[in-house]
Structures are given as structure tokens and as C-alpha cells.
């Protein structure tokens, strides 16, 4: 597992953002009820680690019914996640009523993942800035699923998140995979990835121009495409006929 270590976790959120934070709220690993209406249908997630995801929440359906939060500490390998977003690791830090306000994507890096940052993972919880910048950098608004949450957005901490992609080979900023992605929450779609990302070493922003440009390329895509659906109708050219 590779772990980003080229800068320092955390640049300073601002004091707006620490406003934010509410107090702590417990967590814990009950299985979702089963109780209730679901969606008229919820896709399977996708990844390589979802057979995993479904033997430890059987019930992972019912997660449709609960409000993000309340989804994340149903599944047990986002439990150092819940942890660093909701007062767990600090007091001071707890976005879950703001996400509970989405809709959001959401990254919740493995509790694999929080291990890999070693010593480093102590200096987050005592610097609360550090923290809330890291929560906020792995959310952004949405509720996309594995086939469309490609794309380079503004996360909810302010700088770029880049995800590449799609289906159940997902990248995140290039380095860190979706291991289970497309969990159904009541107002988010949660992926598990194997790296915590780190916001000052985020993919620098798109400009207006680079924004149009690949607005362009997808419709000059889009026409391509069209033009050989049409060309594969037409007869075949002869062998002096010159192609194009």
C-alpha cells in the first residue's frame, strides 16, 4: 500500500471551518436493520474488496436508509474514518452534521489505510486544523455512482480531488484505489479506498480554458463515435476505392 508522505498532512482550514465541528458522536458496529422500505433498487458496489464489505455487513442494503453518518459506523472497516470525522480522534473535529446535509461523495479511507500513516496519525489528532482539513478533503458534493463519479471536482476543504476510472478499477489522485466504492447511503455514496489522501498534494485546479477543452474533446468523442456507428452501415469500400 502506498501512502502519500511528500508533504505534511493538513494545510490550515479556517476558523469558519472549525465553527463547523459539533460534539462527539458515539459509534459502533450493529448491523443495519433490516427493517423498513428500500429503493426500488440499489446497485451492487463495485471493487475488489466488496465480497469482503458484504460477509462483514450482510445487510449493507438497509445502509440505503441511513443518513451517511449513521452508514459509516455500520461498516466496520471505516471505523478509524467515522473516528477522524465525527470527534473520535479530536473533539473539536466533527463534519458529520454536514454531511448529514448532502449530497456527498464520500472517500473513507480503511482502517488499513489510517495504520500506514503511522506517528503521523498522532500528530493529526492533536492538531485540529490538520484534521479538519484532511475530513473535509476527502468529501465532495454529489451522489455518483462507480460508473460516473470520474472527473476533477472541488472537494468540500476547498482544493481538487481527481478520480479516474470507473466500475471496480477506481483511482483516486492517481495513487490510492477504491477497494469497495458505490455504497448506498440515504444521502451519499461512499467509497473505502486503501490510501488517506492528503490535501497539500492535491492536483492543482483546472482552469477555465482546460475545462473547455475537455468539454470539447468529450463531444468530439461523442461525434466520433456516432460517425462510426454510421460508417459500420455502409457497404464496405472496394480494394482500389481509396479509404477515408
Known sequence: ??????????????A???ALSLPFAGAGHAEPAN?????????????????AFKTAVPNWKYL????????????????TFYSAISGGFNPEVNIVPVLENGPYVVFAPTNEAFAELGPQLDALKADPRALMDLAYY??????LG???????????????IKVTGS??????????????????????RIYLIDTVLDPSAAPKPLSSSTSQALAENASSSSALAAEAETDEEEPIPAADAPIG
Not at 440505503?64 to 471505523?79: E, H, M, N, Y
Open 64 to 79: 440505503s436508509t441511513l443518513p451517511v453518518g449513521t452508514a459509516l459506523q455500520k461498516i466496520p472497516d471505516a471505523s
Open 35 to 51: 427493517t423498513g422500505p428500500l429503493p426500488a433498487e440499489i446497485p451492487d458496489p463495485q471493487g475488489p474488496g466488496c465480497d
Open 16 to 18: 469558519a471551518a472549525i
Open 1 to 14: 500500500m502506498r501512502i502519500r508522505t511528500t508533504k505534511a498532512i493538513g494545510v490550515a482550514a479556517g
Open 138 to 143: 476527502h468529501e465532495f458534493l454529489g451522489i
Open 167 to 188: 466500475g471496480g478499477d477506481i483511482k483516486v489522485n492517481d495513487t490510492a484505489k477504491v477497494v469497495c466504492g458505490g455504497i448506498w447511503a440515504k444521502d451519499a
Open 146 to 160: 462507480p460508473d460516473d463519479v470520474k472527473g476533477q471536482r472541488p472537494t468540500q476543504q476547498g482544493a481538487d
